[in-house]
Nanobody, 118 residues
Framework: QAQLVESGGGLVQAGGSLRLSCTASGSIFSFNSMGWYRQVPGQQRELVAAITRGGYTNYADSVKGRFTISRDSAKNTVYLQMNSLKLEDTAVYYC????????????WGQGTQVTVSS
């Protein structure tokens, strides 16, 4: 059972930056992909950014050019660098790890709050 521990959330002014970290209990290459999702109360959880085992990345249109997902395999950690933050980026951010071995298994972190103020 994989465990994901997130850190790096907090309060930041609009236009500022934050970096989220997600550390896995094992090798990040044991997963087919890892990513970040976010959720606002009353809304569905949405994909923000993801990176595959092979290094391919994809982003939500709303964050392209502002957010960057990266990884450090030696630290079993995936990062989300968030720049030029907007009020609408306020949400709880969740780390996700996906394993596909016949069936798809999703693992989730506990979530970290990101609040962007004006």
């Amino acid at each position: 059972q994989a465990q994901l521990v997130e850190s790096g959330g907090g309060l930041v002014q609009a236009g500022g930056s934050l970096r989220l970290s997600c550390t896995a209990s094992g090798s990040i290459f044991s997963f087919n992909s890892m990513g970040w999702y976010r959720q606002v109360p009353g809304q569905q959880r949405e994909l923000v950014a993801a990176i595959t085992r092979g290094g391919y990345t994809n982003y939500a249109d709303s964050v392209k050019g502002r957010f960057t997902i990266s990884r450090d395999s030696a630290k079993n950690t995936v990062y989300l660098q968030m720049n030029s933050l907007k009020l609408e980026d306020t949400a709880v951010y969740y780390c996700n790890a996906r394993s596909i071995v016949g069936i798809t298994t999703n693992y989730w972190g506990q979530g970290t709050q990101v609040t962007v103020s004006s």
